[in-house]
């Protein structure tokens, strides 16, 4: 069964960092691409970054490029989102995709608010 758990969520000030986790099972995460959205009240649910499998390619939404890092760690099944500089725009539920076999897969979410 094919699940992603995301984690490390939380309330921030502005200025500060937090590391997203995206947990998976079910499926060999060396061979398939993660990506990360986010969806604040009111809004439609945007991309943030994506990392390809083996080639390792990077993408990042230009909201958060030099701020956000994208990095994998395939031995221990989980997908990392290092969010430093972070701003009140950034609040919203943040979750981890992956595409397999055309289907996609959605973790349940976690709240980033970013406030002081």
């Known amino acids: 069964q094919v699940q992603l758990v995301e984690s490390g969520g939380g309330l921030v000030q502005p200025g500060g960092s937090l590391r997203l986790s995206c947990a998976v099972s079910?499926?060999?995460?060396?061979?398939?691409?993660i990506s990360w959205f986010r969806q604040a009240p009111g809004k439609e649910r945007e991309g943030v970054s994506c990392?390809?499998?083996?080639?390792?390619?990077?993408y990042y939404a230009d909201s958060v490029k030099g701020r956000f890092t994208i990095s994998r760690d395939n031995a221990k099944n989980t997908v990392y989102l290092q969010m430093n500089s972070l701003k009140p725009e950034d609040t919203a539920v943040y979750y981890c995709?992956?595409?397999?076999?055309?289907?996609?897969?959605w973790g349940q979410g976690t709240q980033v608010t970013v406030s002081s």
């Open positions: 990392i390809s499998s083996r080639s390792g390619g990077i």
């Open positions: 995709n992956t595409v397999l076999l055309g289907a996609a897969y």
């Open positions: 079910g499926f060999t995460l060396d061979y398939y691409g």
